[in-house]
């Protein structure tokens, strides 16, 4: 972050002082500004006018559900989302995810971690103008050329089938962000599958045993735990 | 009964249900029992399991012979008693047998005394019950509607018979022929009957023509079977009657009591496919003396498999209503007066013009004799009727004597008049008849002159004679007929009464044992009938919703009967049927037992006694219609419970998730609020003591703090798991899993401290997928794994092995540490239960507890035991549920593009960005 040239800025919706002021602290020490809102409301007027690069929203706000917001900034904005909630629930992830967040995490966390995803999530912004379909891509020693839709490990071709093509691609397009199962089923398969997890498991764990030097260890294709997957940065 | 008599193809019969197989002949002797036995053996040739539980011992030594192969439970070859003294079937022991096959020669044999049914045909039904196949073998003599035909064709009486409806819905009936000479020869040669019988059975019931008339009778069964089966076909492909519910009816109206009538309408209605409903009108015509008669009648018509109604003194526009209400197409009319029948005709085919009028043939059998013997009696009840309109006339003729001098003979008659219509209201009919003319005669002997004698001096007198004996007889007739219908319509509204009393009584019960009182009070005040209730109590595990019947241990909760037997009790309950008394089922019991049944549910059992024997069928009507009313009752307050019940269950619920929530909540907020306070505290001591070296004990102090704070949350959060896991309702989001993605899940979630140790991984490849929660059953890893980490001395072994178990995928997660400590190892999935009581080792032993709670949701199990490495091992049991075959790739591309191509997007050839 220290070695981007503007400081980005971030929006902080959190209705517990301490936490917020903690939070702020860290990210200014990190090189960034920082606006804080204490309501619902006072974090939608913010994020319109302030026009921050990256949100961090509680859910539980004294005069609404931090899910609210989400939904109007979406209407307007791409900027990076990171949930921060004390309701674990994987439901409460995915509907949060599905509203349009980028990331989620449970509290108590450490601020090491939070710092990190904001740091990916800031990354991502930038490297999102370079993707393109023409390019190429890296993932660990594998190269995607996703305009002649050709994937080499190692120097040698790895043979996709075309779901599995498409699955790729579609988690490229958002790299570093988790995609719901839902979200997933229904880009690469269609409505009709999205009852079916089965097939993006069973898909995942493919891409995987070709793309990763350790599916049971994997570095990229990384599972997010009840909600979805993410392709690591 | 209605219903299943057109069920021949038995939509409704449980799949599971055994089939019947019939061998039908015309007369014994044509080879019903030897084919039954050939095929058999047949049978037992391809692997089935076939028992023999019966045979005729009247059968020739080569059946014997051939039967002696076939397994039975007892030699039934060997017996020496006839068939009809044979002891009943022992049931249980035939389904413990567990047979595929069950042969049972003879089946219209009555069961002796004390036997659980009444019939074989019964034991029957139940085995086919129990999922068993039976064969068995029937001549046509023992068909209920062939009965009465072939007594009267062949002049014997058969007693004992089967409800056609087993016949008809008999899944195979084989016909077994034989023409009536070559039966002849047979029976010659000794092959049927013993030498000595030959001669008195060729005489007797196998005369030529008795057995051409028999061939006959049996092949119109089958016939009319196969008529059945064409129809049930023809209606089951065209659905015009799916339900024999809605089925039209055939109305036949009863004036007169004629079995015959009822046995020609079933067969009418057979063929004209409709169901038949029988109703008595009950008139001042047919009154005295039927009720006996009449419920002998409606019991017939129901063994035929008709409905059957009782109505009192209708109208014609009355049958109209009913008609309609009744879906009736047809009317047939039996009554003893030709005049009447017409009369209802004429009516009928002026107000219900869509119905068929049916005329029925009428056969007056046996009756002549029975009338008079039935007047005799009746003379003798009502002797002191004309015992006493005697003595009323002669008390008349006392009073008037001495005044007859002063009044006019007229005026005389006028007081026997009187006299007669008193007679009328009171003594019946014939008695008041009797009074008129004995009225006539003393006017005429002792009133006018010349008196004492019977010639009259005045001829105007004769017409008065004519008057009053007309008048007379004419005023009583009418007089004693209204005071009987008015008596029968008082009997009907007393027990409407009764009905509606009990009914309203009933609606304020607030409690079973309310219920139980009133009913009890009503039945032994208005029927003299004592009663006991027997009420299941349910196991705590069977709540509300799910209430296994056969579970349930009934008590007797009210009443007090000495002589209750709880088998038969609990054998109402599991069948929903009546038993006891005048039932089909163990009608030598000293009671009646009566199941408590509102529609699908099944509540309790009433034992009923009665004092009053033997009881009509209308008491037991009756007394049935209130034991629905209360069962009704009792449904309605069961029901309320239950509501309350699962009210209160569900409010708990949501009491217990909000406060888990917020406890959740608030206890999630302050610890990341310590957390972050201790590692900014850690942070900046650590930058302080960059710069200038120094203060090495504040930095370890914070260190202490952030470690004890990620204790304080690692149990914080398993308590909160742990609750929710066990507050009941887990939802369980199943699906299919990756074993591998399972495993590197559960990796990273452990994140860095697994590279302290060697952890091996070994899958089977003939178990790729796990079917289960996500979340959960990486949960468990976890725990298991972080276990082993917590345990074991860093730089262990720890392996995961995933292999096929039988029906199951078994998980173990095994180590080279220290092992299991002492004791009962099953204490450890106990919550708060560690190995070592005070140990350094951090958590609170909730791990294994919220796994054992996962895997049990999961329907699977967990064990612990010593490891082969040395350790300890943990193996988890998951049911194995095969991944279903996912759709080719082709296939979902191609029904993708079918949905886009309407829609016309241009960028379907490059359907990834």
């Known amino acids: 972050m220290d070695a981007l040239t503007t400081p980005n800025t971030v929006l902080v919706v959190e209705d517990e002082g301490t936490i917020s002021r903690f939070i702020c602290e860290a990210l200014k020490d990190n090189g960034c500004k920082t606006i804080q809102a204490k309501t619902l409301h006072e974090g939608l007027q913010m994020s319109a006018s302030r026009r921050p690069d990256l949100i961090l929203v509680d859910l539980g706000l004294p005069d609404g559900d931090g899910r609210d917001l989400i939904e109007s900034v979406r209407q307007y904005s791409s900027v990076p989302i990171i949930v921060l909630s004390a309701r674990s629930e994987e439901i409460e992830k995915i509907q949060a995810l599905d509203a349009g967040a980028d990331d989620y995490l449970t509290k108590p966390f450490s601020m090491a971690e939070l710092l990190a995803r904001v740091r990916a999530q800031l990354r991502r912004r930038t490297l999102e103008s370079h993707v393109s379909s023409g390019s190429t891509i890296e993932i660990g020693s594998c190269q995607v050329d996703l305009g002649a839709r050709l994937v080499t490990k190692e120097g040698e071709t790895v043979h996709l089938t075309r779901l599995e093509f498409r699955l790729l691609a579609t988690l490229i397009a958002s790299r570093g962000k988790v995609l719901t199962q839902r979200q997933l089923l229904q880009e690469v398969w269609g409505p009709e599958y999205i009852d079916r997890p089965q097939y993006l498991r069973v898909y995942m764990a493919h891409l995987r045993t070709k793309l990763e030097d350790d599916p049971l260890s994997p570095k990229w294709l990384l599972t997010e735990n009840g909600v979805g997957y993410r392709l690591a940065l | 009964m209605t219903q299943n008599k057109f069920s021949t193809t038995k939509p409704e019969a449980s799949p599971h249900r055994g089939r019947l197989r019939l061998f039908f002949g015309m007369a014994p002797g044509v080879g019903k029992t030897y084919t039954l036995i050939a095929e058999a053996h047949q049978q037992l040739a391809t692997g089935k399991r076939v028992l023999l539980v019966s045979l005729d011992a009247h059968q020739r030594a080569d059946i014997k012979k051939l039967a002696a192969d076939l397994p039975q439970l007892v ?46 045909w019964q034991d029957i039904e139940e085995l086919q019950d129990a999922g068993i196949e039976v064969w068995s073998t029937l001549n046509v003599q023992h068909l209920e509607s062939q009965k009465e035909a072939i007594g009267k064709l062949t002049g014997f009486a ?69 008529e059945q089966h064409v129809n049930c076909a023809h209606q089951s492909s065209k659905l015009l009657y799916p339900d024999p519910a809605i089925k039209q009816r055939l109305l036949l109206l009863l004036e007169s009591v004629d079995l015959g009538s009822i046995q020609r309408a079933s067969t009418m209605a057979h063929s004209l496919d409709v169901a038949l409903h029988v109703v008595w009108l009950q008139s001042a015509h047919n009154l005295p003396g039927t009720a006996k008669n009449v419920i002998k009648l409606l019991e017939f018509a129901s063994s035929l498999g008709a409905t059957t109604d009782i109505l009192v003194n209708v109208s014609t526009l009355t049958i109209r209503t009913y008609c309609k209400q009744h879906r009736v197409a047809f009317i047939a009319l039996v009554s003893d007066a030709r005049w009447r029948v017409m009369r209802r005709e004429i009516l009928l085919r002026w107000l219900v013009p869509d119905i068929t009028l049916i005329s029925l043939a009428r056969h007056n059998d046996q009756k002549q004799n029975e009338p008079i013997v039935n007047k005799g009696w009746q ?50 009919r014939a008695a008041t008849a009797l009074a008129a003319f004995l ?3 003393v006017f005429d002997f002792a009133m006018i002159r010349p008196q004492w004698s019977l010639s009259v001096a005045d001829s105007q007198y004769l017409i008065t004679f004519a008057v009053m004996l007309t008048v007379g007889v004419v005023a009583g007739q009418l007089m004693a007929s209204r005071q009987q219908l008015s008596l029968a319509s008082n009997e009907r509204e007393r027990q409407t009464r009764h009905l509606f009393d009990a009914t309203r009584a009933f609606s304020s019960a607030i409690t079973i044992g309310d219920v139980f009182q009133i009913l009890e009070q009503a039945l032994k005040n208005d029927f003299r009938i004592g009663c006991e209730l027997w009420w299941p109590r349910w196991d705590e595990e069977n709540t509300v919703e799910k209430k296994d019947k056969s579970h349930a241990l009934l008590l007797p909760i009210g009443g007090s009967l000495k002589n209750t037997a709880s088998a038969v009790v609990y054998w109402c309950w599991e069948n929903q049927k009546p038993a006891g008394r005048g039932t089909a089922t163990l009608p030598s019991q000293e009671y009646w037992y009566l199941p408590l049944v509102t529609g699908k549910d099944m509540l309790g059992v009433l034992v009923l006694s009665t004092a009053r024997q033997p ?50 909540h608030d206890l999630r907020t302050p610890i990341t609020l310590l957390k972050m306070v201790a590692e900014d505290l850690l942070a900046r001591l650590r930058r302080a003591q960059q710069k200038d070296s ?32 066990q507050a009941g ?23 860095n401290r697994l590279l302290a140790f060697q952890l091996q991984i070994h899958i089977d490849s003939d178990c790729p997928t796990v079917y289960g929660d996500e979340v959960l059953l990486t949960r468990v890893l976890v725990n298991l794994l972080d276990n082993a980490m917590k345990y074991c001395p860093a730089g262990s072994r720890i392996e995961c092995r995933v292999w096929r178990q039988g029906q199951n995928i078994a998980i173990c997660v095994s180590d080279n540490g220290p092992g299991l400590p002492p004791g009962d190892p099953e204490r450890l999935f106990a919550p708060f239960q560690r190995g070592q009581k005070e140990s350094p080792i951090t958590g609170v032993g909730l791990g294994l507890a919220i796994c054992r709670t996962i895997m049990q949701a999961h329907k699977g199990s967990i064990q612990v035991g010593a490891s082969k490495l040395g350790g300890t091992a943990f193996t988890l049991l998951l049911p194995d549920v095969p991944l279903e075959a996912l759709d080719d790739e082709d296939v979902i591309l191609a029904k993708e593009s079918k949905k886009e191509n309407p829609a016309s997007r241009p960028s379907s050839s490059q359907p990834i960005l």
């Not at chain 2, 084989?174 to 010659?188: G, S």
């Not at chain 2, 092959?191 to 001669?199: I, R």
Request: aromatic share 6%; charged share 25%; glycine share 4%.
């Open chain 2, 729 to 751: 309702q887990i939802q369980l989001h199943m699906s299919w899993i990756p074993i591998d993605e399972l495993i590197s899940t559960a990796k990273s979630e452990l994140g």
């Open chain 2, 75 to 120: 030699d039934v070859t060997k017996k020496k008693q006839p068939v009809w003294m044979s002891a009943a079937l022992d049931l249980e022991a035939i389904k413990a047998y567990r047979p595929q096959i069950v042969l049972i020669d003879e089946m219209a044999v009555a069961n002796p005394p004390g036997c659980k049914h009444a019939h074989r």
């Open chain 2, 439 to 441: 009225s006539v005669f």
């Open chain 2, 379 to 428: 003379f003798l009840a009502n002797r002191s009727n004309y015992t006493k309109a005697c003595g009323l006339v002669v008390l008349l003729s006392c009073l008037i004597f001495p005044f007859r001098s002063v009044l006019e003979p007229t005026n005389c008659a006028m007081i026997y008049l009187l006299g007669v219509l008193v007679c009328g209201l009171n003594f019946g």
């Open chain 2, 158 to 226: 058969v007693t004992e018979t089967i409800p056609d409806r087993i016949f008809l819905s008999a899944e195979e009936v084989r016909f077994i022929d034989l023409p009536p000479d070559d039966l002849l020869a047979r029976v010659d040669a000794g092959k049927v009957f013993l030498p000595a019988v030959v001669e008195r059975a060729k005489q007797g019931y196998f005369r030529k023509s008795n057995l051409i008339a028999l061939r006959e009778q049996a092949l119109r069964a089958m016939m009319d079977r196969m």
């Open chain 2, 615 to 664: 009881e009509t069928d209308s008491t037991r009507r009756a007394v049935s219609t209130l034991v629905s009313l209360a069962a009704q009752a009792m449904q309605r307050i069961v029901s309320t419970q239950d509501v309350r019940k699962l009210m209160v269950a569900m409010e708990a619920d949501k009491l217990r998730n909000t406060l888990l929530q917020s406890v959740s």
């Open chain 2, 694 to 725: 120094g203060g090495d004990d504040l930095v370890d102090d914070a260190q202490q703090m952030v470690a004890s704070t990620t204790r304080i949350e690692n149990m914080v959060v398993n308590l909160l798991e742990l609750a929710r896991l």
